[in-house]
C-alpha cells in the first residue's frame, strides 16, 4: 500500500485478531513481539499499529481513535500517531485514560514502542478486577463466569518497507448503544465531511509533490472539518436545539457546494489540466475565497456560541451557485460542461 486504505487495514486486522501491525511501520515483527510480551494472557487488550502517513485520513485530531472505538467494538481504544498517543473509554474514566497515554507519550521522549507497552501496563492495572481478571475457578465451582473486558489499544507509528502484517486472535465486544456515545454531527454533514476528508488525500499527495495550492486547499479543508465538529459539539452543550438546526441547515447547504467544488472533476481537474479550462486561474481563486468564507463563519459561529449569542449567517456562496460546470449540489451539469475547452478527462 502506498497511501491511504491505512484505517480500513486496521478495521479490518482488529475484526480477526487482537494486534495487528502494517506492513509499513518499521521493524513490525519486533514491535508486535514487544506488544504482545506485556498484553493479559485473558486476551482483553488488542493493539494496531498503522503507519504514520495515516494521518492522512483523520478528519481531525481523534478520527482513528473514534473510527476504530466503533468499528472494533473495543471498550478501551489507545491510539498514537506517530509518537502521539490517545485514549478513550468505556471502562474506565475517558478522561483518565488519554491521562494515562499522554503521561506515557511523555515520558517515552519519541519511543512509540515504550509509550505504547506503558500505556498497556498502566490500563491493564486501572482495569476493575472483576473484569481484567476473570476468575477460572468460580467457574468450575459454581458454574459462572465473569465477563472479559475488551481493551483495543491502536498505534499509528513510523512508515518503513517491512513486509506482512502481524495479526493475532482476539475476543470481539458489542460496543455501547449510539445514544451512549455522546453528541453526534447530523448524518447529512457528517457524510459531506467524509466526502471532502477523502478528497484531501488528493491535495495532500500533489503539495509533496510540490504544488503550493493544493497544500494550501489541503490546509484550509481540515481547518473547515475541525471546525464544523467543534461547532456542533460547543452547540451540543450550549446551546438550544434550534440552534443547532439552523447551523445543520446552514452548513449542510455551504458543505455541499464545498465538497462539489474541490470534487477531482472540478477544483482538482483545475489545477491538474489548466490548460483544459477556460479562465482556470479566475475558478480557482472562487473556490478559494469560498473556502476561506465559509472557514471565516466558522469561526464567528464558534465565537458566537461561546458567548451565548445568536448565530449570523452571511456567507452566500453566489460564485458557485448554479454553475453549469460544478458537479453535484454546486451547479446544475456535470463535469463535462461549457467550462471547458476540451480534451482528455482528469485521469486523476
Not at 489507545?78 to 497515554?101: F, K, N, Y
Not at 465451582?141 to 512508515?159: D, E, F, M, T, Y
Request: with cysteine.
Amino acid at each position: 500500500m502506498t497511501g491511504g486504505g491505512w484505517l480500513e487495514s486496521a478495521e479490518a486486522g482488529l475484526a480477526e485478531g487482537h494486534v495487528y501491525v502494517s506492513p509499513q511501520v518499521r521493524d513490525a515483527d519486533g514491535l508486535a513481539d514487544a506488544v504482545t510480551s506485556v498484553l493479559p494472557d485473558d486476551g482483553s487488550i488488542a493493539v494496531a499499529v498503522l503507519p504514520q502517513d495515516a494521518r492522512l485520513e483523520a478528519a481531525y485530531s481523534t478520527y482513528h481513535l473514534d473510527r476504530l472505538s466503533e468499528s472494533s467494538g473495543a471498550e478501551t481504544l489507545v491510539v498514537a500517531v506517530g509518537s502521539d498517543l490517545q485514549a478513550d473509554s468505556t471502562v474506565i474514566d475517558g478522561d483518565e485514560a488519554m491521562r494515562i497515554a499522554n503521561e506515557a507519550e511523555s515520558a517515552a521522549g519519541g519511543d512509540v514502542e515504550a509509550a505504547l507497552t506503558e500505556t498497556v501496563e498502566h490500563l491493564s492495572a486501572e482495569l476493575p478486577a472483576s473484569e481484567g481478571a476473570p476468575d477460572t475457578g468460580a467457574a468450575a465451582g459454581g458454574g459462572w463466569v465473569l465477563p472479559v473486558v475488551l481493551i483495543a489499544a491502536v498505534v499509528v507509528a513510523v512508515p518503513s518497507a517491512v513486509a506482512g502484517a502481524v495479526v493475532l486472535r482476539r475476543r470481539k465486544r458489542k460496543r455501547p448503544a449510539a445514544e451512549e456515545q455522546g453528541p453526534q454531527l447530523p448524518e447529512t454533514i457528517r457524510e459531506i465531511l467524509d466526502g471532502i476528508t477523502a478528497r484531501r488525500r488528493d491535495y495532500a499527495a500533489r503539495g509533496r509533490d510540490g504544488d503550493l495550492t493544493a497544500a494550501q486547499v489541503d490546509k484550509e479543508l481540515e481547518r473547515i472539518v475541525w471546525n464544523i465538529r467543534q461547532l456542533f459539539a460547543r452547540l451540543d452543550a450550549k446551546a438550544g436545539a434550534q440552534q443547532r438546526m439552523l447551523a445543520e441547515v446552514e452548513y449542510e447547504e455551504k458543505l455541499g457546494h464545498l465538497r462539489a467544488a474541490v470534487e477531482r472533476d472540478y477544483l482538482l481537474d483545475l489545477l491538474v489540466h489548466p490548460e483544459l479550462w477556460d479562465d482556470p486561474a479566475s475558478r480557482v481563486a472562487e473556490v478559494r475565497e469560498a473556502l476561506r468564507a465559509v472557514g471565516a463563519q466558522l469561526v464567528e459561529n464558534i465565537k458566537q456560541v461561546n458567548a451565548d449569542r445568536a448565530l449570523e449567517f452571511e456567507v452566500t456562496l453566489d460564485s458557485l451557485i448554479g454553475r453549469d460546470d460544478l458537479p453535484g449540489p454546486g451547479g446544475s451539469g456535470g463535469s463535462g460542461g461549457p467550462g471547458r475547452s476540451g480534451g482528455p478527462g482528469s485521469g486523476c
